[in-house]
């Protein structure tokens, strides 16, 4: 049998990488569970047909991609910035042992914003600022190991970004909706895009799925994947302190206070701890 990856799934069909460099389009036989997916290691028979799938790192649900290693969090000044989804993004890759990067695109349109974005960040995870119509964006080609995706709000320049790295258009790029001023989705297959050996860059259609897959999370544990959060905890006076201000002492409160951590990542912090425990309670 041939090892192989799969670099692209269009309805049964898939683009495979065997361990050779060959790429094949093959079918898969009916597996028992849990199907096929981009970024799956699979093992061919030999009429060259899926016949098993290997056990997996992780798996995200929606957009479905297998074994990710790295995720380019990505946002821009334009659309508006939803940083709470940019630190669900975050918490999500804590959980899923992904290793979170924050890409910070557009600088050109809004180096103010950009700038204020990569404040709040710098300190918590990387965070690479830069422009797809320059150079700067081929820093990203660095970061590049293993499986790696895009993911974000449409129109912040995901698609864009691989075919400036491509120096190519590869992926289908929109820009906004200006009736809403959001973005318009344009990526519909997950296709992985090869810079070397054993380094793939993906764009993803969205995370609708995203919150269920933090549902696993207890509320009460929320704070541990706030890494700012962590040094300031031990001020608190109570260990199973949730940092909500409830009690009369709290290091990471007076930790906000003091500005010494983001208001914006604590407001979001809020949000996230209110929506797990409202979901649990019904």
């Known amino acids: 049998m041939n090892n192989a990856l799969v670099i692209k799934k269009q309805t049964s069909l898939f683009l495979v990488e065997t361990d050779c460099g060959e790429t ?8 028992k569970r849990g199907g096929v997916f981009v970024g799956d290691r699979v093992l061919l028979d030999d009429s060259n047909t899926i016949s098993q799938v290997e056990k997996r790192k992780n798996l995200i649900i929606r957009p479905p991609v297998a074994n990710v290693d790295k995720m380019f969090v990505t946002i821009a000044p334009i659309p508006k910035p939803d940083l709470l989804l940019v630190d669900k993004l975050i918490v999500f890759c804590f959980l899923n042992n992904i290793q979170p990067i924050l890409c910070i695109n557009k600088f050109d349109l809004d180096e103010k914003t950009c700038k204020k974005i990569e404040k709040i960040y710098k300190n918590i995870i990387k965070t690479v600022v830069f422009s797809t119509f320059d150079e700067s964006v081929q820093m990203l080609k660095k970061e590049i190991s293993g499986i790696c995706v895009l993911a974000g709000q449409s129109a912040v320049g995901k698609s864009s970004i691989i075919n400036a790295l491509k120096k190519s258009q590869v992926a289908k790029t ?4 200006k009736k809403v001023f959001r973005g318009k989705q344009t ?3 997950v296709e992985l895009y090869k810079f ?3 380094k793939y860059l993906a764009d ?3 995370f ?3 919150d269920e897959n933090l549902l696993e999370i207890d509320e009460r544990e929320l704070k541990n994947y706030y890494p700012e959060f962590l040094k ?3 001020k608190c006076k109570f260990k199973t302190c949730v940092h909500k201000g409830d009690n009369t002492v709290c290091g990471v409160v007076d930790a ?8 914006e990542r604590y407001s979001n912090y809020l949000k996230l701890y209110e929506n797990l425990k409202n979901v649990k309670r019904y």
Do not use: C, P
């Open 187 to 189: 990526t519909r297959i």
């Open 196 to 198: 070397g050996k054993g």
């Open 208 to 210: 609708s799925k995203l």
């Open 174 to 177: 929109d820009t906004f909706s």
């Open 204 to 206: 993803t259609a969205g």
């Open 232 to 234: 300031f905890a031990d």
């Open 24 to 31: 094949l389009q093959i079918g898969a036989r009916n597996l």
């Open 256 to 263: 906000v206070e003091k500005g010494l951590i983001s208001q």
